[in-house]
């Protein structure tokens, strides 16, 4: 059984970093496609950033493109979302999830992490 954990959440002013962390257990991930998503209150979840496991080729969505970074640290099984330059408009729950056939199925999610984004 595959478990996520998100963890880093919290209050930041607008302008303002955060990086978040999402710690894997349970399987091999090598081959594993890992995303961040985020959900924000009355919208739909979205994607936000991706990175492959294996070669660490990234994916990020306009809207955060130049600001966030995704990473990984194989060893400690943990990807990363650093987020520079915050706005209020980034306020969500933020999402960690796991592809393990890379077919943009995701099929684990971790609990979830709240950021919040005063102006």
């Known amino acids: 059984q595959v478990q996520l954990v998100e963890s880093g959440g919290g209050l930041v002013q607008a302008g303002g970093s955060l990086r978040l962390s999402c710690v894997a257990s349970?399987?091999?991930?090598?081959?594993?496609?890992m995303g961040w998503f985020r959900q924000a209150p009355g919208k739909e979840r979205e994607f936000v950033a991706g990175i492959r496991w294996s070669g660490g080729s990234t994916y990020y969505a306009d809207s955060v493109k130049g600001r966030f970074t995704i990473s990984k640290d194989n060893a400690k099984n943990t990807v990363y979302l650093q987020m520079n330059s915050l706005k209020p408009e980034d306020t969500a729950v933020y999402y960690c999830?796991?592809?393990?056939?890379?077919?943009?199925?995701?099929?684990?999610w971790g609990q979830g992490t709240q950021v919040t984004v005063s102006s």
């Open positions: 999830a796991a592809d393990p056939d890379v077919d943009g199925r995701y099929m684990y």
């Open positions: 349970g399987r091999t991930f090598s081959r594993y496609y």
